[in-house]
Structure formats: structure tokens, C-alpha cells
């Protein structure tokens, strides 16, 4: 079997975030289909991106560079916002809403001067679905549940929030 490395690095603040992947080439087994050259992974993350209106770029553009702090509680305990989300390390693309690590910070950078995107698109992103129940199950909560977004520049807010820089949105997600 052929395995193919590649490493892919991210420079971002002065700081370099290296992720590495491997596939297994002509076996049939590394999650690639062959019509596309995309993985399994790759397709859901183009799916989300399209669905939240949110670009998937070659790499990162600083045009707008923000960052948001999102912390998600569900049912009175944290839930970690995972890194790598809306990296697409398979194909080398990088969305322009992602995460680097799991400290839930929201990076929001792109190629267009004063980009706006909200929370609802960041989520879109993660894979959270547009259905109440799907959101619910989601963040595994027992449907139906409340979700409810607080902002610490601006008291409640909705998901439409828009992300704003060193602001810190807090989620609660609560099942009735």
C-alpha cells in the first residue's frame, strides 16, 4: 500500500499550527471517492460551508481578522467547542470561519474587508442542523430544549449575533 504525508502549516498571530494527514492511495479504503478526489469529510464540510453562505478559501486571509469567544453549556455542564473546525485539512482549504483549538475561540478571517458572519452561520459550519430537534440532538439535549445566546458586549442576543471582535458569546442549551 502507498501512503502519502502531507503537512500543512497554518501561520496565524505569529504562531504556527502544523496538522498532518495521511491517506492510503488506491485501496479503496482511505475515504476518498475516486470521481471526486474528495473525502467523505471534505464533502460534508463543503456542504455546511455552502449551506451557512461562508467561503472555503486555499488558505487564510486577514482582510477582516477577528475573534470571538464562544462558551456552550448544555443542561448546566460545559460542552468544548472542538478545534478544527472548518479546517479541511484533506483537500488543504480552510474556511473562513474555524477554530484552531478547543478553547472555543471563533476565528473569523477573511478575504473581504469588513466581513460580516454570525453565530448561526459559525454553528452551520460545525454541522449543527436547521431543525429545533436536530439542534437539540446536536448538542445532546433531550427535545425539545432552549437555546439561548448572551452576549458580554450585548446582554441577549439571538443567533444571529454577529461575531464581534474579543466579544464572548455564551450559549446555554437547556432541555424542557
Given at each position: 500500500m502507498h501512503r502519502a504525508r502531507r503537512i500543512i502549516a497554518i501561520i496565524a498571530g505569529g504562531v504556527a499550527i502544523a496538522a498532518c494527514s495521511?491517506?492510503?492511495?488506491?485501496s479503496g479504503k482511505s475515504g476518498i471517492?475516486?470521481?471526486?478526489?474528495?473525502?467523505?469529510?471534505s464533502r460534508a464540510l463543503t456542504a455546511?460551508?455552502?449551506?451557512?453562505g461562508v467561503p472555503l478559501l486555499p488558505q487564510e486571509a486577514?482582510?477582516?481578522?477577528?475573534?470571538?469567544?464562544?462558551?456552550?453549556?448544555?443542561d448546566g455542564k460545559a460542552l468544548e467547542v472542538p478545534a478544527g473546525i472548518g479546517i479541511d485539512s484533506d483537500?488543504?482549504?480552510i474556511a473562513a470561519l474555524h477554530t484552531h483549538d478547543a478553547t472555543g475561540e471563533i476565528h473569523v478571517e477573511?478575504?473581504?474587508?469588513?466581513?460580516?458572519?454570525?453565530?448561526d452561520q459559525f454553528l452551520t459550519v460545525w454541522g449543527m442542523p436547521a431543525s429545533a430537534d436536530g439542534r437539540?440532538?446536536?448538542?445532546?439535549?433531550?427535545?425539545p430544549c432552549t437555546i439561548a445566546v448572551t452576549s458580554k458586549d450585548a446582554g441577549k442576543v439571538g443567533l444571529d449575533m454577529i461575531?464581534?471582535?474579543?466579544?464572548t458569546l455564551t450559549l446555554t442549551v437547556t432541555s424542557t
Open positions: 495521511s491517506s492510503t492511495a488506491s471517492d475516486s470521481g471526486t478526489g474528495a473525502t467523505a469529510a455546511r460551508t455552502t449551506a451557512a486577514f482582510e477582516t481578522h477577528i475573534h470571538t469567544q464562544l462558551d456552550v453549556t448544555v483537500a488543504n482549504r477573511s478575504p473581504q474587508k469588513n466581513a460580516k458572519y454570525t453565530l437539540c440532538t446536536f448538542f445532546n439535549a433531550t427535545a461575531l464581534k471582535d474579543l466579544d
